[in-house]
């Protein structure tokens, strides 16, 4: 049959399948992921649907995007297209009310203290920020280094304070900033406060950061006695009050608390185990 008789007579299946056959001769096609035995249209089809998948899956996997794909061959998928997944909003992302993790309590002349961290997430513009700067003024905290809110904008920032009865706490240590540093090995920051607000608790009670991996801190005080603070869930009627735990929200370290006997005070502590 010649190519004037396929314009003027109507073409059949066989016919079709001769010039797909013959399309198929002047191309050099790759693997195809899918049987061998498929004509070449539809061979080319299921490769264009394969390569626009894994596509797919690669900016799902690099944005976090919800994606939905058209109909795939033999399928019913959704025909809307790709879909973003919204940005969190900021009571997700603990921007005005932040993770509280307790790290340990206490009882000082019959009254309890506590040692809480706090962590706040990372205002995104300067609403966020001017909301979140006065939630924070409103407990009584003032950020490290950020005299206006826009200051705070990118950048998380967490507390650790010291609450005695029915006293409001105090931060004791605290930091602002885009990046907290990984503690590693043998690690340590600490800092040493009272345990209430008579003179003579002053310097018993340590907070301090250790790096995830430490097992056991040691607390040594002025009058040679040790504390050694260990990783520990929940809270003991009988125990010292000192422990090894990990805050929510802050992955760059754990965090211990130390408590001195009376008539004594801190002198050093390091990471043992």
């Known amino acids: 049959m010649t190519s004037t008789d396929r314009e003027n007579h109507e073409m059949t299946p066989?016919?079709?399948?001769f010039l797909l056959a013959d399309a198929t001769d002047e191309v050099e096609i790759g693997i195809a992921p899918v049987q061998q035995v498929m004509r070449a249209?539809?061979?080319r089809r299921a490769r264009r649907w394969a390569v626009a998948a894994v596509t797919a899956v690669v900016v799902a996997g690099a944005t976090g995007a919800a994606l939905a794909f058209p109909e795939l061959p033999g399928g019913h998928g959704n025909r809307q297209g790709y879909v973003a997944k919204p940005p969190s909003p900021p009571q997700a992302r603990h921007v005005y009310d932040p993770q509280r993790t307790e790290l340990a309590r206490g009882t000082y002349r019959g009254k309890e203290w506590h040692v809480a961290v706090q962590v706040w997430g990372a205002p995104r513009d300067e609403a966020e920020a001017?909301?979140?700067f006065d939630a924070m003024a409103a407990l009584g905290l003032e950020p490290a280094e950020a005299r206006k809110p826009a200051d705070l904008i990118g950048k998380v920032s967490f507390f650790a304070t010291r609450g005695w009865d029915d006293n409001r706490p105090q931060q004791v240590m605290f930091n602002t900033a885009k990046d907290f540093e990984d503690f590693t090995g043998t690690d340590l920051e600490a800092?040493?406060?009272?345990?209430?607000?008579?003179?003579?608790?002053?310097?018993?009670?340590?907070?301090?950061m250790v790096a995830k991996t430490a097992r056991q801190v040691t607390c040594h005080w002025k009058d040679g006695?040790?504390?050694v603070a260990e990783p520990a869930d929940g809270f003991s009627a009988h125990g010292t009050g000192s422990?090894?735990?990990?805050?929510?929200?802050?992955r760059t370290a754990n965090w211990f608390v130390c408590t001195a006997p009376a008539g004594t005070s801190y002198s050093t502590a390091e990471v043992t185990k």
């Open 225 to 227: 006695t040790v504390t």
């Open 130 to 132: 001017d909301r979140q």
């Open 41 to 43: 249209g539809r061979r």
């Open 243 to 250: 422990a090894i735990r990990p805050v929510a929200g802050f």
């Open 14 to 17: 066989s016919d079709i399948a």
């Open 191 to 208: 800092a040493a406060t009272r345990l209430g607000s008579g003179g003579e608790s002053s310097g018993r009670l340590v907070i301090g």
